[in-house]
């Protein structure tokens, strides 16, 4: 049996879903067989594996672990840290130097799709459409009546080098931006504010595997908070409608879109890209290299839609790349 870690936990606010997100996907890759899945523990202080019950030290130099006496190697690693260090491609770029096969996106590509202004640019120069918006990397810059001068009113303010679920404001008064800025300056090093966006919100899965790049059904979110926050994903406070109630050309066009950010990209395993459909046209919100994937999560409802499997979509995922990438494990 291949020895794989799903490394979770991590430096953000975003700990608890990551590690359900881990233990969801270690539960789907063990029914499929091949694979024996052990949740690794990313804190500050040291990295834990989770064996014979109990949680051990994984040593950082080798990937070492003991298990009954015995000192065992992870054979790979699967990044789900939702935030730092590990959607941001700094473990990757670790795993790359130590020449440790991963099952993810690199870790440019991490880094970039993980900083919602530097992706969403980048994107924008290859023609795909997205919000307007200013970036600050100190709230000190922020001129509040040019900001809402140049994006009107209301508005977003987000982390943008951070998840998607903390440290989100929107902004319906003049007055209230300097404390939407804080608070995102708490979860960010850089803030970005976006000019708010009137349309339907989908989000569209995308993967790949030895039959080639595959795209997910459409889901249709409709948040019961003012938008989706935490309480929206995690809490309930929204429905999740797949396939999205848009027209079958219009989920055409935003799959061959999502296809087309993969690639251009260069994504690996699982991604999903959010959008605002402003009438038939897409705008992008932001790309996710690690999304949700516990129970609550919207990709495992996109795959029940597909009548995939989580067992089978994970396996197929785990062959393919690390086949892909020449890691003999």
Known sequence: MKKIGIFCGGFSSEFDISVKSARNIQQAIETAGNYMAYLVFVTRNNWEIEVDGE??????????????????????????????????GKLQAYFEMKEFPYINSGSLASAMSFDKWFCNQFLKSFGVKVAKSVLFSNINQANIANVVSELGLPLFVKPSDSGSSFGISKVYKS???????????????????????????????????????????????????????????????????????ISDTLTKQVQELSKKIYELLQLRSL??????????????????????????????????SAGISQAYFWKTIYDFELKRNNNSI
């Open 55 to 88: 949680r051990k030290i994984l040593a950082q130099e080798d990937f070492s672990f003991l298990s009954k006496g015995e000192k065992l190697k992870l054979d790979a690693a699967h990044v789900y840290i939702h935030g730092n260090p590990g959607e941001n």
């Open 175 to 245: 007055d209230e931006l300097f404390k939407a800025l804080s608070l995102a300056f708490q979860e960010g090093r850089t803030v970005v504010c976006e000019a708010f966006m009137d349309g339907v919100e989908v989000t569209c899965g995308v993967y790949e595997d030895e039959q080639g790049l595959h795209a997910l059904p459409c889901t249709e979110i409709v948040s019961e908070t003012d938008f989706f926050d935490y309480e929206a994903k995690y809490l309930g406070k929204s429905q999740e409608i797949t396939p999205a109630r």
């Open 271 to 304: 991604a999903r890209i959010d959008y605002i459909l402003i009438g038939d046209v897409p705008h992008v919100i932001e790309v996710n290299t690690t999304p949700g994937f516990s129970s609550e999560s919207i990709v495992p409802k996109m795959l029940q």
